[in-house]
Nanobody
């Protein structure tokens, strides 16, 4: 199982980015939980959002109302739409897949928000 995160970049505060996490290999994401984490420079990795196999979504308080997580099972892909970005959203964003076989992480994509 491989997770490929993409969509990061350098933006100004208030702008938007859409991250994608494509899962490749024999594993299909139907019914599996997916999550996004981020790690700011010098800080520990923190949980941002997750979507259950049934589509239930939860967010960390700091991104509620600005970020939207979704999934497209047919494309084996998860997304994180990030609007109204703030400098404190800067970091490397990682996606995670949880399955009965284990937990898998992507390599991360860098998001930099300038003020």
């Amino acid at each position: 199982v491989q997770l490929q995160a993409s969509g990061g970049g350098l933006v100004q505060a208030g702008e938007s980015l859409r991250l994608s996490c494509r899962i490749s290999g024999s594993t299909k994401i139907d019914g599996l939980g997916l999550a996004w984490y981020r790690q700011a420079p010098g800080k520990q990795r923190e949980w941002v959002a997750e979507i259950s196999g049934g589509g239930y979504i939860v967010y960390v308080d700091s991104v509620k109302g600005r970020f939207t997580m979704s999934r497209e099972n047919a494309k084996n892909t998860a997304f994180l739409q990030m609007n109204s970005l703030k400098p404190e959203d800067t970091g490397v964003y990682y996606c995670k897949l949880s399955s009965s076989r284990g937990v898998y992480w992507g390599q991360g994509t860098l998001v930099t928000v300038s003020s």
